[in-house]
């Protein structure tokens, strides 16, 4: 079967830095992404991996490893407004996207 | 860039009517548009799959005599839910895809079944 896994929750400290990692079992990959959502809110586009490395995007970095089957977002200097989920996603064979859970980000002063 | 407008936004509507959501790709052509359903706290679960001028693909377990989609043109896609009950209170959200690497989200419609 198909399995995405991320944390449920995580919680950070304003200007610090935090990394959510995502772990992958699908068939076929075709590139894997990360998604911004506020609650009540549709999810926003962050990143884009299909080569094994690190993009860095600003604050954001997504870094991916195929052969692990493992992405990790970054976020440095931590903003209040970050407090979000971060949904990590994988285009399967047939361009068809997996969802992972989603991690609850929780930023505290 | 790629813009999906979703109308509306938020409706509550009483038990056993009907609601409809329009999902419109504004700049570009989207030939496959997807509808997902999100619970409270929970992730995106994708619905259906539409394709333009074809019957949409339905997942596992997604009424689709409930849940009509239909994609007349290039640029529209709508979901009606039809008879509606409080447990398909929900958010549900419409993405357009441009390119096989492009996916662009609508704002997403909150309905509220009383």
């Known amino acids: 079967g198909q399995n995405i896994d991320q944390p449920t929750e995580m919680t950070a400290t304003e200007g610090a830095i935090v990394q959510i990692n995502c772990t992958y079992q699908?068939?076929?990959?075709?590139?894997l992404f990360w998604y911004q959502q506020h609650a009540g809110e549709a999810p926003t586009f962050l990143s884009y991996?299909?080569l094994d490395g690190l993009e860095e995007k600003g604050r954001f970095s997504s870094f991916l490893s195929r052969s692990k089957g493992y992405s990790y977002l970054l976020l440095k200097e931590l903003q209040m407004k970050d407090s979000a989920s971060y949904l990590c996603?994988?285009?399967?064979?047939?361009?068809?996207?997996?969802w992972g859970a989603g991690t609850k980000l929780i930023i505290k002063p | 860039g790629a813009v999906v407008s979703q109308h509306p936004s938020r409706v509550i509507c009483k038990s056993g009517t009907s609601v409809k959501i329009e999902c419109r790709s504004l700049?570009?052509?989207?030939?496959?548009m997807f509808w997902y359903r999100q619970f409270p706290k929970q992730s995106l679960m994708l619905m259906a799959t539409?394709?333009?001028?074809?019957?949409?693909?339905?997942e596992q377990g997604v009424e689709k005599d409930k849940f009509l989609i239909n994609h007349a043109s290039l640029t529209l896609s709508t979901l009606t839910v039809t008879s509606a009950h409080p447990e398909d209170s929900s958010f549900y959200i419409c993405?357009?895809?441009?390119?096989?690497?492009?996916?662009?989200f609508g704002s997403g419609t909150r309905l509220t079944v009383v």
């Open positions: 993405s357009a895809r441009e390119t096989d690497y492009g996916y662009t």
């Open positions: 700049d570009f052509q989207a030939t496959t």
């Open positions: 539409s394709n333009e001028g074809s019957k949409a693909t339905y």
């Open positions: 699908t068939s076929g990959f075709n590139g």
């Open positions: 991996n299909v």
């Open positions: 996603a994988v285009m399967d064979s047939n361009y068809q996207l997996i």
